[in-house]
Nanobody, 115 residues
Framework: QVQLVESGGGLVQAGGSLRLSCAASGIIFRIGDMGWYRQAPGKQRELVAAITAGGITNYVDSVKGRFTISRDNAKNTVYLQMNSLKPEDTAVYYC?????????WGQGTLVTVSS
């Protein structure tokens, strides 16, 4: 069973920073592509940032230059460093792992950015 445990959400003022962490099962983490998604109230879930098993990253345009995704294979953990946060970044953020056509999700962590 794959488990993803997220942490790091919270309340921050606009312009501030937060770092999200997601710890995953060992074997799956090493072979899987990892991603951070978010879902704001009344909106569909969207991919924010992703990193492949080989370390290739991609970002949604709205966060480019502000967010950085990284992975620490020794700790089986993926991070999302979020800088220059904006109120429109407010959402529940979910960690995802994709491997061999399968997906697993974390429970979500709430990020609230006040103006």
């Amino acid at each position: 069973q794959v488990q993803l445990v997220e942490s790091g959400g919270g309340l921050v003022q606009a312009g501030g920073s937060l770092r999200l962490s997601c710890a995953a099962s060992g074997i799956i983490f090493r072979i899987g592509d990892m991603g951070w998604y978010r879902q704001a109230p009344g909106k569909q879930r969207e991919l924010v940032a992703a990193i492949t098993a080989g370390g290739i990253t991609n970002y949604v345009d709205s966060v480019k230059g502000r967010f950085t995704i990284s992975r620490d294979n020794a700790k089986n953990t993926v991070y999302l460093q979020m800088n220059s946060l904006k109120p429109e970044d407010t959402a529940v953020y979910y960690c995802n792992v994709h491997w061999f056509g399968r997906d697993a999700w974390g429970q979500g962590t709430l990020v609230t950015v006040s103006s």
